[in-house]
C-alpha cells in the first residue's frame, strides 16, 4: 500500500478555477491563450495514450473556452495523423477559443452539431467539449439532442460509453455538485465519459454524486498554472478568506483524504496513558454487538483504554473478547453523569446498538459535559425526534449520519438537496404549494444570486452538510461512497471511495459502527474533531482497500495494524 494513495488534494468549485486561470494569466504565468493550448495538449496527449494508432476522431466543440479546447485537440490529433471531423456552433465564441477555432478552419471545415451528424457513428472516439465548468443552465435544443443522444437516448449509450472522451466533465454535469443541470428527467441520458480529462485540482461534480459514474477514468492534467496551494502556504484557519498572494478566493479545504505527514507521526507517538480513554455506550441484552464492534476498532486505533458501557443486566454478555475492553454498568443518565466525572474519559460514543430510547435518555447528561463525543445510529435517531434536535450540540461533537438519518435532522436542507434544482418553470411551481412553494422560490433566488456571484449554480451534498454543521454548530460527517465531512465555519473535507481505489465493499453491515469506533478512539487521542472524522473516513477506507472483496465488517478493525504498518509507522 503506497503512502500515496493517502495524499489530500484540493478540489476546487468552478468559480475557484476560474479564478487560479484569471489569476495565472493576470501575474503572467501564461496567457489564456497558452493555458488552451496546454489544455488541449493535454487532452490529445491522453487519447493517443490509450489509442496509440492513428484513429477517427469526431470533436463535438461547443460555444465556450471547452470548445476552444476541442479544436486543439483536432488540430494536434490531425497533426498526429488521426482522421478527424470537427462538430461546432454557429457563433462567435470567446477570444481565446476564436483563435483556436480559425488555426482549425485552416486545417478543416466545421460541421453542425447536432444529433443527426452523430448517428452516422464514424469515429472510433468522440471528444466532449461542448461544456464545462462555464454551464450555468441547463442545456436546451439542440444542443440537448446531441448531449442526450451521447446519453443514449438513441439507444445505444454503451456505444459512445466505451469511445467518449469528456474536457472537463461531460456535458451537462454541473461539476460544483456532481449532478445534471437540467433536473432529474435528463439523467436518464446523461453521457457516461470513458475518461475524463481536467485541469490543475478535481472539481467538486467529479467527486460528488454522479459525478465518478458519469466521468469514468479522471485524469488530472497539470498546465502550468502554478498557484500557492494551501499545503505550501504558512498555517490557515480552515474556512478563513485569504488574499495571500495567490488567487483570491475563499480558501476552503475541500480536500479529498486526510492522512498527514502531521497525523502520521501523532499516530505513532506516546505512551499508552497518553493516549486517552474512549467510553462506548452499550445497549440493552441481545444489541451488544455493534457497540462491540465500535470498541475494538476504537482500541485498534490506539486509544489507551476503552470502557464498554452496558445496562448492567446486559455486562454478562459483554465478558466476551476483546479481553482488553473495560466493562462497567451505565442505566440512567445519573450512572453516565457519574461516570463522566472521571476526567481521563477523553470521549464518548453513543448510538451503535444503544436502543433509540436509551439514547434519548442519556443525551442531555452527556451533552452536558460537552465532552469531546461522536453520535451515530440510535443516538442520531434520539437526536432527530427531541423537540429541538439541535439544542446542546457543540463543537468537540461529531455527527456521522448516513442519508436516511441525516434526512431526519435536517429534513429541510436534505429536501432541497433530493428535489428539483433551479431555475424552476412555471410548471414545476404550479405542482407544489404552501411552504414547498415558498422553500422553492427562495431557493431559486439564491440560484440566481449564485450565478451572478459566480458560485456553482446547483446545491451540492458539499453545501448541504456545510450548511448542516453551520446549523448544528458540531462536525457532520455525512456517509456515502462520498463521504462528505464539515465543521461549523465551513471547512469541507471530502472522502470519495470513488477517487482512488474504490472500495465499494465497505458498504457492509456494521462498517458504520466501526467507523464510529474509529472516530471516538481518534477523539479519545487528542484529536479534535474535525480531524479525527477525516483522518478516521481515511483510515477505514484503507482498512477495506486492505482486506478486500469479502469484507464484513468485523475485519476491518483488525485491518488497522496493517494499514498504520503500510504508512509506516
Ligand atoms: N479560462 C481559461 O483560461 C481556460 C479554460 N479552459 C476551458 O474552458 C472551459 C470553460 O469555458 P467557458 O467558461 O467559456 O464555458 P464552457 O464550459 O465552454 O461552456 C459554457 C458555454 O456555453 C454557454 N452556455 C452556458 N449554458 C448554456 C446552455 N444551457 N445552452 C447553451 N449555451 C450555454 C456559455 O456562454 P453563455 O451563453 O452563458 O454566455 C459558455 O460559452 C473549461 O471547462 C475548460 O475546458 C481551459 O482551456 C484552460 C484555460
Ligand atoms: N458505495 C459505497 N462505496 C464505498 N463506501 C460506501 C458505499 N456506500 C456506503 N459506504 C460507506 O460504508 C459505511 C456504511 O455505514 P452505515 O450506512 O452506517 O452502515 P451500517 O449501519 O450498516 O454500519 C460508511 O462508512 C459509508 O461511507
Ligand atoms: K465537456
Aim: with cysteine; charged share 20%; net charge neutral.
Amino acid at each position: 500500500m503506497g503512502s500515496d494513495m493517502f495524499g489530500s488534494r484540493e478540489i476546487l468549485t468552478s468559480a475557484q478555477i476560474r479564478a487560479v486561470e484569471r489569476w495565472a494569466m493576470d501575474s503572467g504565468i501564461a496567457s489564456g491563450l497558452e493555458l488552451m493550448e496546454r489544455a488541449g495538449a493535454a487532452v490529445a496527449g491522453e487519447i493517443r495514450l490509450r489509442w496509440p494508432k492513428p484513429a477517427r476522431a469526431c470533436v463535438m466543440c461547443g460555444p465556450g473556452n471547452n470548445g476552444g479546447d476541442g479544436y486543439v485537440v483536432a488540430r494536434l490529433l490531425n497533426e498526429a495523423g488521426w482522421q478527424v471531423r470537427v462538430l461546432g456552433m454557429d457563433n462567435t465564441p470567446p477570444p481565446d477559443a476564436a483563435v483556436m477555432k480559425r488555426r482549425w478552419l485552416e486545417i478543416g471545415p466545421v460541421e453542425a452539431l447536432n444529433e443527426g451528424v452523430l448517428r452516422r457513428k464514424s469515429a472510433d472516439v468522440y471528444v466532449d467539449a461542448i461544456s464545462g465548468t462555464g454551464l450555468t443552465r441547463p442545456l436546451e435544443g439542440e444542443l440537448l439532442e446531441t448531449v442526450g443522444y451521447l446519453g443514449g437516448s438513441g439507444g445505444d449509450w454503451g456505444f459512445f460509453s466505451k469511445r467518449l472522451v469528456a474536457i472537463d466533465g461531460p456535458s451537462g454535469l454541473c461539476l460544483d455538485s456532481g449532478r445534471m443541470l437540467g433536473g432529474s428527467a435528463d439523467t436518464l441520458f446523461s453521457p457516461r465519459a470513458a475518461l475524463t480529462v481536467t485541469f490543475d485540482s478535481p472539481r467538486v461534480g467529479h467527486v460528488l454524486a454522479q459525478g465518478p459514474e458519469l466521468c469514468g477514468e479522471l485524469v488530472v492534467a497539470d498546465i502550468g498554472l502554478n498557484w500557492p496551494r494551501m499545503g505550501r502556504n504558512p498555517p490557515l484557519h480552515p474556512g478563513q478568506v485569504t488574499r495571500v498572494s495567490g488567487p483570491s478566493f475563499a480558501r476552503e479545504s475541500h480536500d479529498l483524504f486526510a492522512i498527514r505527514p502531521e497525523d502520521l507521526a501523532k499516530l505513532s507517538d506516546g505512551h499508552k496513558f497518553s493516549h486517552g480513554h474512549a467510553l462506548v455506550v452499550a445497549g440493552g441484552a441481545g444489541q451488544g454487538g455493534a457497540a462491540r464492534l465500535s470498541a475494538r476498532a476504537a482500541l485498534r486505533v490506539g486509544a489507551g483504554l476503552v470502557t464498554i458501557a452496558p445496562p448492567q443486566d446486559a455486562l454478562i454478555e459483554h465478558a466476551l473478547p476483546p479481553d482488553a475492553l473495560m466493562r462497567r454498568a451505565v442505566d440512567t443518565a445519573d450512572d453516565l453523569a457519574r461516570r463522566l466525572e472521571d476526567r481521563r474519559i477523553t470521549a464518548v460514543l453513543l448510538g451503535p446498538g444503544c436502543g433509540v430510547e436509551r439514547a434519548k435518555a442519556l443525551l442531555p447528561a452527556l451533552l452536558e459535559t460537552r465532552r469531546p463525543c461522536v453520535l451515530d445510529a440510535d443516538a442520531l435517531t434520539a437526536l432527530s425526534q427531541r423537540k429541538a434536535p439541535l439544542e446542546g450540540l457543540h463543537s468537540h461533537l461529531v455527527l456521522t449520519p448516513h442519508m436516511g438519518e441525516f434526512a431526519r435532522i435536517f429534513p429541510d436542507i436534505a429536501a432541497k438537496l433530493a428535489g428539483p434544482q433551479p431555475p424552476f418553470d412555471q410548471h414545476t411551481l404550479g405542482q407544489v404549494k404552501g411552504e414547498e412553494m415558498a422553500r422553492m422560490l427562495a431557493q431559486d433566488a439564491e440560484y440566481r444570486a449564485a450565478l451572478a456571484a459566480e458560485r456553482g449554480p446547483l446545491y451540492s451534498k458539499l453545501d448541504a452538510v456545510r450548511d448542516a454543521a453551520r446549523r448544528a454548530g458540531c462536525v457532520i460527517l455525512l456517509k456515502g461512497p462520498d463521504t462528505v465531512i464539515a465543521d461549523a465555519n465551513g471547512t469541507v473535507h471530502v472522502h470519495a471511495a470513488s477517487y482512488d481505489a474504490a472500495a465499494p465493499w465497505l458498504a457492509t453491515a456494521g462498517s458504520g459502527d466501526v467507523l464510529a469506533g474509529i472516530i471516538a478512539g481518534l477523539m479519545a487521542r487528542g484529536w479534535p474533531a474535525f480531524r479525527a472524522a477525516t483522518l478516521g473516513a481515511a483510515l477505514h477506507a484503507a482498512a477495506a482497500r486492505s482486506f478486500g472483496p469479502g469484507l464484513i465488517a468485523d475485519d476491518l478493525p483488525d485491518q488497522l495494524p496493517a494499514v498504520f504498518r503500510g504508512l509506516g509507522l
